[in-house]
T-cell receptor, first 116, second 116 residues
Framework: DGGITQSPKYLFRKEGQNVTLSCEQN?????MYWYRQDPGQGLRLIYY???????QKGDIAEGYSVSREKKESFPLTVTSAQKNPTAFYLC???????????????FGPGTRLTVL | AQTVTQSQPEMSVQEAETVTLSCTYD???????LFWYKQPPSRQMILVIR??????QNATENRFSVNFQKAAKSFSLKISDSQLGDTAMYFC?????????????FGTGTRLTIIP
């Protein structure tokens, strides 16, 4: 089955530690995204990548880093510089849109990160 | 920058009744897409319906329909014959059509509860 997988489902981290969240897709999508979800704030974009070896900052990139070495993988690292990392993290992928065309963003099941 | 506002944090309705969720947005773009996403307790994001701004006809998907008022920048979701499985968080979202900038901007969500 084609889809997006995120691992682990639950992740615990001690303060001051970096942690990497995995996102893999086998949909052959070029574009991938990372969103953060907090209660009462909806989803906010952290980073996105339109193509391999290229990525752009989203609205809340501070304290996060990404890489895009392979088309199917877009890992997110939450660094110790992120002051409030406890949140639900969602990964998505799509075929990039064009003028007057649209391609749906498909979401993974998410990772719940808790800082102890 | 685009903003999306959902002014109803919570709503509840009896099963089989009709409910309307409100969404307003602000943008200077003339071409864009609008979406309603559903997030059930599993937290999986599911696309419910989408609307292209250049289309005057309101989108419809089975029991779900939208009222798109471009001049008023309003995009409400109507759920007819509501079912228990409709219980979820509902997010309104906006996307520009600028290639290379396909970011989703989400509202803060409406928690909908269908009462048996």
């Amino acid at each position: 089955d084609g889809g997006i997988t995120q691992s682990p489902k639950y992740l615990f981290r001690k303060e001051g530690q970096n942690v990497t969240l995995s996102c893999e897709q086998n949909l052959n999508h070029d574009a991938m995204y990372w969103y953060r979800q907090d209660p009462g704030q909806g989803l906010r974009l952290i980073y996105y990548s339109q193509i391999v070896n290229d990525f752009q900052k989203g609205d809340i990139a501070e304290g996060y880093s990404v890489s895009r070495e392979k088309k199917e993988s877009f890992p997110l690292t939450v660094t110790s510089a992120q002051k409030n990392p406890t949140a639900f993290y969602l990964c998505a992928s799509s075929i990039p849109t064009g003028l007057y065309s649209y391609n749906e963003q498909f979401f993974g099941p998410g990772t719940r990160l808790t800082v102890l | 920058a685009q903003t999306v506002t959902q002014s109803q944090p919570e709503m509840s309705v009896q099963e089989a009744e009709t409910v309307t969720l409100s969404c307003t947005y602000d943008t200077s773009e003339s071409n864009y897409y609008l979406f309603w996403y559903k997030q059930p307790p599993s937290r999986q994001m599911i696309l419910v319906i989408r609307q292209e701004a250049y289309k005057q006809q309101n989108a419809t998907e089975n029991r779900f329909s939208v009222n798109f008022q471009k001049a008023a920048k309003s995009f409400s979701l109507k759920i007819s014959d509501s079912q228990l499985g409709d219980t979820a968080m509902y997010f309104c979202a906006f996307m520009t059509t600028n290639f290379g900038n396909e970011k989703l901007t989400f509202g803060t969500g409406t928690r909908l509860t269908i009462i048996p």
